[in-house]
């Protein structure tokens, strides 16, 4: 009894936490089975069974610790990079939409590309461009034109997710009522076009005008007068604006 204590201290004690793991399985197996003695209350048969279920359960419950160490640190570090991944794409997509701003204007980087088949009238403030919306009147109305058949284009600081174009034309003429202008207006990435608004006899383009479209990448807007407006051949835009809208 007293030989079986002393060997289980030397299990338990600091020394045997240092063998590695072939000396623990190469002791197991060459360790002998003594005979039982009858005499004792506990024969040295139970004794040495008791001394190898503990040894192994010493053995494998290190193996299970350093694996569930392992697993809850890979859990960890896997929550991480979820958490960093859903930031990093938080972010792009936020930059991608311009946080929902307007990206036709000067602020955003936005230029007309088609000046030179374009004019504007009253100078700088016929730019569609323009953030000061409201002017006095001067005696001219300021927009961005082009004539028959011509458009304007307007290229993108960058490439942008949008879903809404708004349009706001010269809509009421002096002693003429309201203008209807017909146009076709085309979404540009890498100059594949797409069209997202096609007016008509019954669908004309007038006044302040919104066209929402599928979600796209976008680095240019084309607007092409089709056939002028109800009293000219001309295409007369005050402003424009594109963004991301919430549906």
Not at 1 to 10: D, E, F, H
Not at 50 to 67: E, G, H, R
Not at 183 to 212: G, R
Request: charged share 15%; net charge positive; proline share 2%.
């Amino acid at each position: 009894m007293q030989c079986w204590r002393s060997v289980l201290n030397k299990v338990q004690s600091p020394s045997l936490n240092r063998l590695n793991d072939c000396s623990a399985k190469s002791q197991l197996q060459t360790m002998s089975i003594p005979s039982a003695d009858p005499h004792n209350n506990l024969s040295l048969v139970q004794e040495s069974n008791i001394f190898t279920l503990m040894t192994f359960f010493i053995y494998y419950n290190k193996q299970y610790m350093k694996s569930g160490l392992i697993l809850i640190f890979s859990l960890i570090l896997i929550q991480m990079t979820q958490q960093d991944s859903f930031r990093y794409l938080k972010k792009s997509n936020s930059l991608l939409k311009k946080n929902h701003q307007n990206v036709l204007s000067y602020q955003a980087g936005a230029l007309i590309s088609s000046r030179q088949n374009n004019f504007f009238n009253n100078g700088n403030n016929g730019v569609c461009l323009r953030d000061n919306l409201y002017n006095f009147m001067t005696g001219r109305v300021p927009y961005t034109g082009c004539g028959l058949g011509k458009q304007v284009s307007i290229s993108l600081l960058q490439k942008y997710l949008l879903n809404t174009l708004k349009i706001w034309f010269w809509d009421y003429g002096y002693n003429e009522g309201d203008r209807y202008y017909y146009i076709k207006v085309y979404a540009i990435l890498d100059q594949k076009k797409t069209d997202i608004y096609d007016s008509n006899s019954q669908n004309p383009a007038i006044s302040q005008m919104t066209i929402q479209f599928k979600e796209q990448h976008v680095d240019k807007f084309q607007i092409l007068n089709l056939g002028g407006n109800t009293y000219n051949a001309g295409l007369h835009i005050i402003k424009v604006e594109a963004y991301y809208k919430f549906q």
